[in-house]
Nanobody
Framework: QVQLVESGGGLVQPGGSLRLSCAASGNIFSTNAMGWYRQAPGKPREWVATITREGTTNYEDFVKGRFTISRDNAKNTVYLQMNSLKPEDTAVYYC???????WGQGTQVTVSS
């Protein structure tokens, strides 16, 4: 059994930054790709970024150049550094262990002045 616990969300002004963390329990973190997804009110959940176990990254076009996904296998943690935040980035952000059904509980990010 794997548990994923996100943290780091909050309220930030437009143009600000936040760093989300997702800590995984268990011993399979380092062998799995990880992803961040988000869900805005009234919209379906959408993919944001992924990182393979080797560290290769991919991003949804809307966040390219602003968000950075990274991982620390020694800490069983994946991060999402979010810069130049926009009101449209407001959503609940979830981490997921790819190719499994393991999701975190989500952390709210609100971008507003």
């Amino acid at each position: 059994q794997v548990q994923l616990v996100e943290s780091g969300g909050g309220l930030v002004q437009p143009g600000g930054s936040l760093r989300l963390s997702c800590a995984a329990s268990g011993n399979i973190f380092s062998t799995n790709a990880m992803g961040w997804y988000r869900q805005a009110p009234g919209k379906p959940r959408e993919w944001v970024a992924t990182i393979t176990r080797e560290g290769t990254t991919n991003y949804e076009d809307f966040v390219k150049g602003r968000f950075t996904i990274s991982r620390d296998n020694a800490k069983n943690t994946v991060y999402l550094q979010m810069n130049s935040l926009k009101p449209e980035d407001t959503a609940v952000y979830y981490c997921k262990m790819l190719f499994t059904n393991y999701w975190g509980q989500g952390t709210q990010v609100t971008v507003s002045s």
